[in-house]
């Protein structure tokens, strides 16, 4: 497992990235538009970009043969640009600028995201997937507490300040992975030589299809949530832009203690039963902020959906690449990710529509609906091959 934890370096550096973004680029936006829909909608612009990127290059890593391996030498281009786009974001001049920096540092994620995220099932037999995933989000999940508190303290210093540690942070992920993960030795099928064409089309069966939906409501949920958040506790309950980003942190802190233990439960009970329960205790969590107007409650209650979150989010992935072939990792990955690109594109820009016509107090209330779609999709779809991690093999 220790290459599990080296790795976990680039998911870290995926979440600190994200975290930061989803947390003050909306404040950059509030400068230039105010229609909450039109921030939305331009928080999510970059996403179709990735949308199309995304599933070609996890389709094209799986068939990518080089001397630094299929998916490492995605993560050498992407990386350093996404770490110089991240940190010049903001000096952006104008609306403009800040949009095009949006937009190449996104690019830059794109073409290393679904590469990083395949390398686990690469490097990690089957049976331990989810406890691997669960070692890798927990460092994600550090990577957005550090986002949140550490970043929230160093916004109120300077604006560009979390944004160029970020930057820095990722190149070191970077020498971290690229030293540390080889491709050839590493791998769990590296005597493998032929180099098989995936069909996309050929991944579409009745799981996969109600697999997908399920992940596009509850991101929807997750999505619109995450983004609109820090707005949602400024504006509605009147909280300071700090105070706003800072309590996300008790959502990313539940997630991260919690990260081992749902792979670990995931292992032990089945992945698909963990997700129900996910869904079902974060319907309930959401529903309960409805009401919430007291800080210390709001943070207690998102302590809470952050377990529920990690229940959800830490089986999805090994369980949708179980779903599938060892050969089609990269391209199932893909496929997981456009479906969160999908929600990421949809979420905010709908929810912003319905805070613009009906206020703040209707962001909860579309994603606790969202969520109960996702449920509904969720019961449809069948166990999958992880009979080996029920038993706990």
């Known amino acids: 497992?220790?290459?599990?934890?080296?790795?976990?370096f680039g998911f870290f550096s995926i979440s600190i990235t994200?975290?930061?973004?989803?947390?003050?680029?909306?404040?950059?936006l509030e400068n230039y538009v105010q229609s909450i829909a039109v921030v939305g909608f331009l928080m999510t612009i970059d996403n179709y970009f990735a949308l199309f990127l995304q599933p070609w290059?996890?389709?094209?890593s799986d068939r990518t043969r080089t001397r630094y391996g299929r998916r490492i030498p995605y993560l050498l281009v992407g990386m350093p640009l996404a770490a110089i786009f991240t940190a010049i974001i903001p000096f952006h001049t104008g609306l403009f600028t800040l949009l095009l920096f949006m937009i190449l540092m996104n690019l830059s994620m794109s073409l290393y995201r679904s590469p990083t995220i395949a390398l686990m099932p690469d490097i990690t037999p089957e049976n331990r997937r989810t406890k691997a995933n669960g070692i890798i989000n927990f460092m994600g999940g550090v990577g957005s507490i550090i986002a949140f508190g550490v970043g929230s303290m160093m916004y109120d210093l300077h604006r560009s300040a979390p944004f160029i540690a970020a930057g820095i942070v990722t190149l070191i992920?970077?020498?971290?992975?690229?030293r540390s993960i080889k491709e050839e030795r590493d791998g769990v099928n590296s005597e493998e030589t032929r180099?098989?064409?995936?069909?996309?089309?050929?991944?579409?069966?009745?799981?996969?299809?109600?697999?997908?939906?399920?992940?596009f409501f509850w991101f929807v949920s997750y999505q619109g949530v995450e983004t609109l958040f820090t707005l949602y506790g400024k504006n509605y309950l009147g909280l300071s832009e700090k105070a706003s980003a800072f309590s996300l942190t008790f959502f990313?802190?539940?997630?991260?203690?919690?990260?081992?233990?749902?792979?670990?439960?995931?292992?032990?009970f089945g992945k698909r039963k963990m997700i129900i329960t996910g869904i079902c205790g974060l319907f309930v969590v959401f529903t309960l902020v409805i009401f919430v107007k007291d800080?210390?409650?709001?943070?207690?209650?998102?302590?809470i959906g952050g377990m529920f979150w990690a229940c959800i989010n830490i089986n999805s992935y090994p369980f949708i690449i179980s779903t599938g072939k060892e050969e089609s990792i990269g391209t199932?990955?893909?496929l997981y990710y456009l479906v969160s690109s999908l929600a990421a594109i949809s979420s905010p820009p709908l929810l912003g529509q319905m805070i613009d016509n009906f206020g703040y107090s209707i962001l909860f209330y579309c994603a606790s609906a969202s969520l109960l779609v996702a449920l509904a999709c969720m019961l449809m779809v069948r166990q999958g091959n992880e009979s080996s991690d029920a038993m706990g093999g």
Not at 252 to 268: D, N, T, Y
């Open 195 to 215: 180099i098989p064409r995936i069909s996309l089309k050929s991944q579409f069966d009745r799981t996969t299809l109600f697999l997908l939906a399920a992940i």
């Open 332 to 334: 199932r990955t893909g």
């Open 18 to 28: 994200w975290a930061l973004y989803n947390a003050f680029i909306p404040f950059f």
């Open 252 to 268: 990313s802190v539940a997630f991260v203690l919690f990260a081992i233990p749902s792979g670990l439960l995931g292992k032990r």
């Open 295 to 303: 800080l210390l409650m709001l943070r207690v209650v998102l302590l």
């Open 173 to 178: 992920c970077l020498l971290v992975v690229s």
């Open 57 to 60: 290059i996890g389709n094209r």
């Open 1 to 8: 497992m220790k290459r599990t934890w080296l790795l976990g």
